[in-house]
């Protein structure tokens, strides 16, 4: 048997125990290392999005394989490796067509969105002493010698998935940027822009604590929105012109909104946040459609090469993502770990788990 961060009712996540997994041919079972919480989770803790009950939670795992599929090739138990949050079979439509975070999207009672998000989703997650990872072939990415769990702890999700925000906006050389909250996957956001060589990035942040981390990541000025107009302030530090690209990392109204006023014409709007609402656009802000803008979403990139990638960038000195981990705790203190991360105190960016 083994620990479990497990999802019980709306508000209740608990440890329990759980046998431990044992991986079909072309799986592994993963003893996991240090894992974290993320935003996602606690949408599950608050009932706001749906998984079964009896599922263990999480989706950003490291560890050491434990344990290989009879099918499994190239890989050794004791190995060190992570596994991305999303985690596709490289078969299916979506991937082939190389969407692989829509894998098993598609199906013949229509479109799921987000079929590649399976850990804590639609599968037992990564806040537990154990992890069936499936497709390891696939998902399985060995850790650079070197590296800590916490310095490659944000590859699964959180970098993932701020660099995507900059990469589908197709930032460029000399782009202005701007990213609308300085949370973990606004701060890679920004580490990303900076990455693609944007010359200008303005952070959208009122946290003091953020605010200096986005300056530590990259942000050349963060504009706090609780002190004035921030589309005002961004188009006056951009003399009027607008911004190539803006990141929108939140997930509500009037940040989407904020971000496609602040675009330059033919400007990008790339889209990070999970919306529970429908959105608006409005006609002013779209140039009633005739303002060339694109708007463009992302999830999480997934699959070993993609970690490989993230991983490499961590080893070369390129990121140092270690100081969003601000909080330690071992797998028995989930449930306080989560009310520390739900209710956003203590200047929490991330939390550290290790079982």
């Given amino acids: 048997m083994m620990k479990a961060a497990v999802f019980v009712e709306a508000n209740r996540i608990v440890l329990d125990e759980k046998p431990i997994p044992v991986p079909g041919p072309l799986d592994a079972v993963i003893r996991v290392t240090t894992t974290t919480i993320c935003g996602t989770d606690v949408h599950i803790l608050k009932g706001e999005y749906p998984v079964a009950r009896g599922l263990t939670i999480g989706h950003e795992p490291v560890g050491v394989i434990e344990k290989l599929g009879s ?3 190239g890989y050794s138990e004791g190995q060190r490796v992570i596994a991305g949050a999303i985690t596709p079979s490289g078969h299916s439509a979506a991937c082939l067509c190389g969407y692989h975070s829509q894998d098993g999207a598609g199906t013949k009672h229509g479109f799921k969105p987000m079929g590649g998000w399976r850990f804590g989703n639609t599968i037992d997650g990564a806040q537990a002493e154990y992890l069936l990872v499936p497709d390891a072939m696939t998902n399985l990415a060995p850790i650079p010698d070197g590296l800590s769990d916490e310095q490659v702890l944000m590859c699964p999700d959180i970098m993932s998935t701020g660099f995507s925000g900059a990469e589908s906006g197709q930032v460029r050389i000399g782009d202005t940027v701007a990213v609308f909250a300085q949370g973990p996957i606004g701060l890679c956001a920004t580490a990303g822009a900076r990455l693609m060589g944007a010359t200008t990035i303005i952070g959208v942040e009122p946290v003091p604590e953020r605010m200096a981390i986005a300056r530590r990541m990259g942000a050349d000025h963060v504009v706090d929105f609780t002190k004035g107009d921030a589309v005002g302030e961004i188009m006056r530090l951009t003399d009027g012109r607008g911004v190539d690209v803006s990141i929108e990392a939140l997930g509500r109204q009037e940040t989407f909104e904020a971000a496609l006023r602040v675009l330059r014409p033919g400007g990008t709007l790339s889209s990070l946040g999970v919306y529970s609402s429908d959105l608006r656009i409005p006609i002013d802000a779209f140039m009633a459609g005739l303002g060339d803008h694109k708007i463009v979403t992302t999830l999480c990139p997934g699959g070993k090469e993609r ?28 449930v306080e770990a989560y009310d520390l991360f739900s209710h956003q105190r203590d200047g929490v960016l991330k939390v550290a788990i290790t079982p």
């Fill in 71 to 73: 099918a499994v090739q």
């Fill in 307 to 334: 970690m490989r990638r993230l991983m490499d960038t961590i080893a070369s000195g390129r990121l140092d993502t270690r100081p969003l981990v601000t909080h330690r705790f071992s797998l028995d203190q989930i």
